[in-house]
């Protein structure tokens, strides 16, 4: 079965530059989550879109912006990198309306951003 | 955490015995999930617990919810080598957006 996609799985950048994380949803999957995980902590909701639209948003820094495009694909934009950054960045996908219980999130393998 | 604490915060156990990690919470909630994340790799879903349940198996795990309490259990039964992540709870809380918010995590090691 088709699992959630980011892409790149691992990434190096240095403090003020820029990365974008991207995460392809399970097919017919509509909502979208990102998640922020530090090293041995646990995961923090960052953002989420439904149908294209931002939902809901949590401790997301203001150098952080995402969307959510046509085809449910989505775009985690990181700018003025800090060290602080460095964490495993995963997207969660879950069912549409009206095909069984969209409560389930299924997680993508995650982005691992380093910050030099 | 930002919603509650998984006890213990670590385990260590013999592959063929029981494991069992607890977690609270604060808030209200739709439902309780439990993921499974072997080191710095994805999240799994092991399996989720509606509010209106207490009660949930599949194949050797076991779930409890008692909403009195605000807490829940995940029982591993007949433990394996494999079994060794770290496994978090998460709740999906009353609110309009269907967020998670995950526990603190237990890291369980089981010894061959």
């Known amino acids: 079965a088709a699992g959630v996609i980011q892409s790149p799985r691992h990434l190096i950048k240095e403090k003020r530059e820029t990365a974008t994380l991207k995460c392809y949803p399970i097919?017919?999957?509509?909502?979208v989550y990102w998640y922020q995980q530090g090293p041995g902590q646990d995961p923090q909701f960052l953002i989420s879109?439904?149908?294209?639209?931002?939902?809901d948003k949590g401790s997301i820094p203001d150098r952080f912006s995402a969307q959510q495009f046509s085809d449910y694909h989505s775009e985690l934009n990181m700018s003025s990198l800090e060290l602080g950054d460095s964490a495993l960045y995963f997207c969660?996908?879950?069912?549409?309306?009206?095909?069984?219980?969209?409560?389930?999130?299924?997680f993508g393998p995650g982005t691992r951003l380093l910050v030099l | 955490s930002q919603q509650g604490e998984e006890d213990p915060q670590a385990l260590s156990i013999q592959e063929g015995e029981n494991a069992t990690m607890n977690c609270s919470y604060k808030?209200?909630?739709?439902?309780l999930q439990w993921y499974r994340q072997n080191s710095g790799r994805g999240l799994v879903h092991l399996i989720l617990?509606?509010?209106?349940?207490r009660e949930k198996h599949s194949g050797r795990l076991r779930v409890t919810l008692d909403t009195s309490k605000k807490s829940s259990s995940l029982l591993i039964t007949a433990s394996r080598a494999a079994d060794t992540a770290s496994y978090f709870c998460?709740?999906?809380?009353?609110?309009?957006?269907?967020?998670?918010?995950f526990g603190s995590g237990t890291r369980l090691l089981v010894r061959p």
């Open positions: 969660a996908s879950s069912l549409a309306p009206g095909q069984g219980k969209r409560e389930t999130q299924y």
């Open positions: 097919p017919r999957h509509d909502t």
């Open positions: 879109f439904y149908e294209k639209m931002q939902s």
């Open positions: 808030t209200s909630i739709n439902n």
């Open positions: 617990i509606r509010s209106n349940e």
């Open positions: 998460a709740t999906d809380v009353r609110d309009s957006s269907y967020k998670l918010i």
